[in-house]
């Protein structure tokens, strides 16, 4: 694993909602990485990405669901654009966003059902 410099996780929303336990199971994280050139730190802009975070998830037979949008700002020397980002490279720049969105999911559930529900993902590389 390699040292990419990192920026803050920013929480732009997060939703949790009670749903009927039948309602049916949804699992959706879209991992979304975009150049980002509002760095004012004298570097080449395109070393600089946004990694984004929308999901929606509802566990089966729960009667919670979470929703929302996480981002994280990264520097990644070695690609002059998205495209050229590995499949495993991307994978390892959005853990931290996975890992949140559990934290979060955690933490919420065992204030609004008095038990934290822990999340379990396995990667899914396109």
């Known amino acids: 694993m390699m040292a990419i410099p990192q920026g803050p996780i920013v929480v732009q929303a997060f ?15 879209q991992v979304q990485i975009q150049s980002y ?8 802009s395109k070393d ?17 669901m979470v929703s929302g949008l996480l981002g994280q700002v990264v520097q990644v020397e070695t690609a002059a654009n998205q495209t050229e980002l590995a499949p495993e490279l ?5 853990r931290p ?20 529900y822990d999340l379990n993902f396995t990667p899914n590389v396109k």
């Open 15 to 29: 939703h949790y909602d009670q749903v009927d336990p039948d309602t049916p199971a949804k699992n959706e994280i």
């Open 37 to 44: 050139p509002e760095i004012d730190s004298g570097a080449d």
């Open 48 to 64: 600089y990405f946004q990694i984004l975070a929308p999901f929606e998830i509802h566990p089966e037979a729960t009667n919670f």
């Open 90 to 94: 991307l994978q390892e720049l959005s």
């Open 97 to 116: 966003l996975i890992e949140q969105i559990q934290i979060l999911t955690y933490q919420v559930t065992a204030i609004a059902d008095d038990r934290g």
